[in-house]
């Protein structure tokens, strides 16, 4: 098994508590944006692992398993669970056009299609982290989620992670795919 990579290894850390609202730019919000894009970044590492085998990009049944525990998790955390399956509903469908997206790109390019094939239960292990980081963070956002100011926040906190991560079209697309839901009454 190919080591998880150290981009899906690291997104801001994702064991440790979400980022206390004063020391983010952009408030509570920013880490979820963080927290996000650190999960997309996992569905390179999915693609790749799936790439030439029979495992499907979709798995219904891995999916079911994400959601009950994401909402077990939100609950525990005093969170809401119905918000959390809501923003995971979105958080999955981004990482599944991750990995449609670069299926696309390799069919096109068989040269760039990866050559090394992860682990996928290993991958599934740094989701598995990267979940609970943001189960975490979205329990402890919703007063900036329910604010008027979050559609412009999260926007903003988009666009630097976009910046700092230098993410290409696929994966800007993905990462505004995976925070539709998150701003209460969008
Ligand atoms: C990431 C995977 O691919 C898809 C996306 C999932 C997710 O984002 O959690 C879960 C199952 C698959 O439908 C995977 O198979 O683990």
Redesign the pocket.
Known sequence: AAPVHPVAAAPGHPAAPAPATAHSPNGPLRPLAALSAG?LA??DL?AAA?WGTD??????A??RE?LSTVADQARQLGGDPAVTVRV?RD??????AV?RGLYRRWDANPGQAPTERPD?QE??KE?NRV?GALVRALAGSARARSAPSCAPRLAAAAVRVRQERHLDGLHTAALARSLRSVCAGT
Do not use: M
């Open positions: 999960r996992t569905g999915v799936k495992s499907p990009i979709d798995d219904p891995r999916e994400v995971f958080q999955i469908e981004a990482n599944k990995q996928l991958v599934r989701i979940n």
